[in-house]
């Protein structure tokens, strides 16, 4: 014998049904295609750009590059997926189940991890926005990650020995990416 459902217990909503009520409340056709990209969007791990995902889309169901880019703003109208703008780029994370969280961006390798800190969400929700109601908030750290740090360093040891410096494209970025630190590091210093 089976045991009943407590009373007011819900099963939490599926991706499938969230993205269904939402095209029903809208009006909007309930295709394949919408579903097998919401597949591989709520499966992926990170941050994609449109042509990325449609790299991982089975190759038993083709979509359009234009299929790809409405149905991600329609899983991002619908709360299912975050949109990043980075650099020009529009880049594309799961968001069913993920908690709220802000990223890290390393300004060497672009590489970008998730944080989650509860400061930010406690300061965030300290700001006064009259005539604005907010719905989240996201965070970019940029910076350089320890990685990037070792290759400033390298890279930094390597132009010292040298007076004039024969150095590839990779080590010319690095150097400006350290000459900008540096200009950050006494910006800091006078406004302190």
């Not at 407590?6 to 095209?23: C, N, V, W, Y």
Request: hydrophobic share 35%; proline share 4%.
């Amino acid at each position: 014998m089976k045991k009943a459902k407590k009373e007011g217990s819900q099963k939490a909503e599926s991706p499938h049904d969230i993205l269904t009520r939402f095209m029903t409340e809208q009006g909007m056709r309930k295709t394949p295609e919408r579903y097998a990209i919401l597949e591989v969007v709520t499966k992926m791990k990170g941050h994609h750009s449109a042509d990325e995902i449609l790299t991982m889309m089975p190759d038993t169901f083709p979509v359009s590059r234009a299929t790809i880019y409405s149905t991600l703003a329609l899983l991002v109208d619908c709360g299912l997926a975050y949109s990043h703008n980075m650099d020009g780029a529009t880049l594309y994370e799961n968001a069913y189940r993920r908690p709220t969280h802000h990223h890290y961006i390393c300004t060497g390798c672009q590489k970008i991890w998730d944080l989650q800190d509860i400061s930010i969400e406690q300061a965030a929700s300290k700001v006064k926005t009259p005539r604005f109601k907010k719905l989240r908030c996201n965070t970019y750290i940029y910076g350089i990650c320890n990685i990037c740090q070792a290759k400033l360093a390298r890279l930094k040891k390597k132009m010292e020995k040298q007076k004039d410096p024969d150095i590839t494209r990779e080590e010319k970025r690095f150097a400006r990416i350290n000459e900008e630190l540096a200009k950050v590091a006494d910006w800091f210093k006078q406004n302190d």
